[in-house]
């Protein structure tokens, strides 16, 4: 396989990245971070990935007759899925918090936390 593949995830993160780096709203902010996580996804695949593969269950072939997948890669694969679903429930759990108690999704809009809370008398 070509190193050349190797920039499909390369370029999925930058994306991502470049997203959140520009945007102007919450919400598209954790969809671009989404978006930048989801590049590992296919880094593990290509990582994972040998042409003419099998599944790696040994009891019809003899061990070393053909190439098979990484087990391991694919349980790799599935634990990013899960905690990038995880990440992103929780950051959007924030910015419904956000949007209630601030009215605004704007980082820009956005009081520093310091100043918004209540002073206490001394």
């Known amino acids: ?3 050349a593949v190797y920039l499909v995830p390369l370029w999925i993160l930058l994306v991502g990245v470049y997203g959140v ?3 102007r709203d919450l919400v598209h902010a954790i969809v671009c971070v989404s978006v930048a996580q989801s590049s590992t ?3 593990l695949l290509l990582v994972g990935y040998h042409k003419g593969g099998t599944s790696p269950v040994f009891s019809d ?4 007759s053909r190439p098979v997948t990484d ?3 694919q349980a790799m694969a599935l634990t990013d899925i899960v905690v990038g679903a995880t990440i992103t429930a929780m950051l959007l759990a924030l910015a419904v918090q956000v949007a209630k108690r601030r009215g605004t999704l704007d980082p820009g809009r956005l009081r520093s936390l310091e100043s918004a809370a209540p002073r206490e008398p001394r």
Not at 61 to 64: K, R
């Open 1 to 3: 396989m070509s190193w």
């Open 21 to 23: 780096a520009t945007t």
């Open 41 to 43: 996804y296919v880094l």
């Open 61 to 64: 072939i003899a061990p070393g």
């Open 71 to 73: 087990p391991v890669v």
